[in-house]
């Protein structure tokens, strides 16, 4: 049975940190789907157990963990091989369902040091903060890099040493495994549905996407009204936090989707079976 409709995709910009691409002849609960499934349902690394063997500093063991568990990971190697630890069959930690990551600094000077994220020491390369993604690890860490993600501050005497193991997961579980930094999507950029009010015309901003060239006119500033209008045409941007490439999370969530929406059917299907409502 051929779909309702058949939904068109054309990327309009695609760098390092985020993509933008526009979808045509769809919904606009499907739109909204796309955009909560790459927030919540697409999986990452993240630290997520941490084991303190000393934390001399100012800060409490449960705050430093916080912290690191927010750093995002590169996760894009290992994320489709990679277990949830709930259904690897080992008894805490292995490399099938996480990856260690040590910590150990002291201040030994009256300098204040700065611990970052350069100073967790992965047991797997290819699972790294991302700020240390692509580092020479043959040159020392001096750190005052900017780019590294602060952890704490150290006073001399005070040091803090950790084990940590990062696991897979997802946004709906907790926001540090969330891969994207933003994601937002845009209809009727003329305002022709008026799902946007604003109590002077000229308020509207002005937009590129624009459909009608007679927007452009300094004395109109959005279309005419349309009763039985429909969104049909959206345009996203998805930013990524790092860990994975944003064209990876497009990927990686309408896979997600599509899951989901087939156990559903396969759900439907065998309950409408077993009530005889299906031969």
Same mark, same amino acid.
């Given at each position: 049975?051929?779909?309702?409709?058949?939904?068109?995709?054309?990327?309009?910009?695609?760098?390092?940190?985020?993509?933008?691409?526009?979808?045509?002849?769809?919904?606009?609960?499907?739109?909204?789907?796309?955009?909560?499934?790459?927030?919540?349902?697409?999986?990452?690394?993240?630290?997520?157990?941490?084991?303190?063997?000393?934390?001399?500093? !100012?800060? /409490?063991?449960?705050? $430093?963990?916080?912290?690191?568990?927010?750093? &995002?990971? =590169? %996760?894009?190697?290992?994320?489709?091989?990679?277990?949830?630890?709930?259904?690897?069959?080992?008894?805490?930690?292995?490399?099938?369902?996480?990856?260690?990551?040590?910590?150990?600094?002291?201040?030994?000077?009256?300098?204040?040091?700065? !611990?970052? /994220?350069?100073?967790? $020491?992965?047991?797997?390369?290819?699972?790294? &903060?991302? =700020? %240390?993604?692509?580092?020479?690890?043959?040159?020392?860490?001096?750190?005052?890099?900017?780019?590294?993600?602060?952890?704490?501050?150290?006073?001399?005497?005070?040091?803090?040493?950790?084990?940590?193991?990062?696991?897979?997961?997802?946004?709906?579980?907790?926001?540090?495994?969330?891969?994207?930094?933003?994601?937002?999507?845009?209809?009727?950029?003329?305002?022709?549905?008026?799902?946007?009010?604003?109590?002077?015309?000229?308020?509207?901003?002005?937009?590129?996407?624009?459909?009608?060239?007679?927007?452009?006119?300094?004395?109109?500033?959005?279309?005419?009204?349309?009763?039985?209008?429909?969104?049909?045409?959206?345009?996203?941007?998805?930013?990524?936090?790092?860990?994975?490439?944003?064209?990876?999370?497009?990927?990686?969530?309408?896979?997600?989707?599509?899951?989901?929406?087939?156990?559903?059917?396969?759900?439907?299907?065998?309950?409408?079976?077993?009530?005889?409502?299906?031969?």
């Amino acid at each position: 049975m051929p779909y309702a409709n058949q939904p068109t995709v054309k990327i309009t910009e695609l760098t390092g940190e985020n993509v933008k691409f526009q979808i045509e002849d769809t919904d606009l609960s499907v739109a909204n789907s796309l955009r909560r499934v790459f927030i919540a349902e697409t999986p990452t690394m993240a630290i997520d157990w941490v084991q303190f063997e000393s934390n001399s500093t !100012v800060l /409490s063991d449960e705050f $430093i963990a916080h912290r690191i568990g927010m750093i &995002p990971l =590169t %996760s894009d190697q290992v994320i489709e091989s990679m277990r949830y630890s709930r259904e690897c069959d080992c008894e805490d930690f292995c490399t099938n369902c996480s990856v260690e990551f040590k910590l150990e600094v002291k201040c030994h000077d009256d300098r204040t040091i700065n !611990v970052t /994220s350069a100073d967790l $020491i992965s047991a797997d390369s290819r699972v790294v &903060p991302v =700020t %240390s993604q692509g580092k020479d690890d043959d040159q020392p860490y001096d750190g005052d890099s900017t780019e590294d993600i602060l952890i704490i501050k150290l006073r001399k005497g005070q040091d803090l040493k950790l084990n940590a193991y990062a696991k897979k997961g997802f946004g709906k579980e907790h926001a540090k495994w969330n891969p994207t930094a933003g994601v937002a999507f845009e209809y009727d950029p003329d305002n022709a549905l008026r799902h946007t009010l604003f109590p002077k015309p000229e308020e509207w901003p002005p937009n590129t996407r624009s459909e009608y060239t007679e927007i452009i006119d300094e004395d109109k500033h959005e279309a005419e009204f349309t009763v039985e209008g429909k969104a049909n045409r959206f345009y996203f941007n998805v930013e990524s936090s790092g860990a994975l490439k944003p064209e990876n999370i497009v990927i990686m969530g309408m896979a997600a989707l599509k899951k989901k929406l087939s156990d559903l059917q396969t759900h439907l299907a065998t309950e409408l079976h077993a009530d005889g409502h299906i031969n």
